[in-house]
């Protein structure tokens, strides 16, 4: 079966009908996430050496916009998962694509924490041997507490300047959700506040190298929020999606490092 029929059966069988009760009550789509997963979907962009898709941004920004006419917080759900994974799928490890490619693993973005739209970190990462401690207050994170990791940002270990991403499992205890969401994203999408103070994460959960972070959301995160984010309409996006593809976008390197 294409990827076209399955999700054409996931739209009319599993989104579709629960959208109300997602808009309406404020509810998180999990039925329609596991679907998504069973069908391949959540997968769609990990290499298909690694059992995924092996499909790209356009593929996925359809997926989105056919998600968004039915189930907005449906579709914020899958624009942040397909961002991550795309950060994922260039830095991070076979282990954690293959089960993003089984369709049993949920990722979200965690990159906001001052004003929305700004990606310059205030959050700090200390080494002890091989455990890092990240502290952090991340806003406007979607599907936060439902997700089963973030692509979380830092100030660097050691680098001068610039921010330094890592893998943070979602479901780890150091990890706090507010029970009321902060107001952002649709009615739905589990769009809320994430903090951590700290959180406890392997050394080999970085990204990429340290300091070289910046450089990554330039250039896989951005273009494929922009990407998705045009798929379906502004008024369809997350607001810090919105407002962070067009500040990136805009705004030198440099002046997103010293933000």
Do not use: N
Not at 125 to 151: C, N, P, Q
Request: glycine share 12%.
């Amino acid at each position: 079966m294409s990827y076209h029929a399955a999700f054409s059966y996931v739209l009319s069988s599993v989104i579709e009908p629960s959208a109300e009760r997602t808009g309406g009550e404020g509810r998180f789509p999990r039925a329609s996430v596991t679907a998504l997963g069973r069908a391949g979907l959540l997968g769609l962009t990990v290499a298909a050496d690694l059992g995924g898709g092996g499909l790209g941004l356009p593929d996925a920004a359809e997926v989105v916009a056919r998600t968004a006419g039915a189930c907005p917080a449906t579709a914020a759900v899958l624009q942040s998962h397909y961002a991550a994974v795309a950060v994922i799928e260039a830095y991070g490890s076979p282990w954690l694509r293959g089960e993003i490619a089984a369709g049993r693993h949920l990722g979200s973005l965690a990159l906001t924490e001052g004003v929305p739209g700004e990606w310059a970190p205030l959050s700090t990462a200390s080494r002890t041997g091989d455990v890092v401690a990240l502290r952090a207050r991340k806003r406007e994170v979607v599907s936060a507490g439902e997700a089963d990791s973030y692509v979380w940002s830092s100030r660097p270990l050691a680098a001068e300047d610039g921010l330094t991403l890592w893998t943070v499992p979602a479901h780890a205890p150091d990890l706090f959700v507010p029970a009321r969401t902060d107001g952002t994203g649709p009615y739905g999408s589990a769009t809320s506040t994430v903090a951590a103070d700290p959180v406890l994460v392997p050394a080999d959960a970085m990204l990429g190298e340290d300091g070289e972070g910046l450089g990554i959301v330039l250039r896989t995160v951005v273009p494929w929020l922009l990407e998705l984010r045009a798929a379906i309409g502004t008024d369809a996006v997350h607001p810090s999606v919105a407002v962070a593809s067009r500040d990136c976008a805009d705004r030198p390197v440099g002046s997103l490092a010293s933000s």
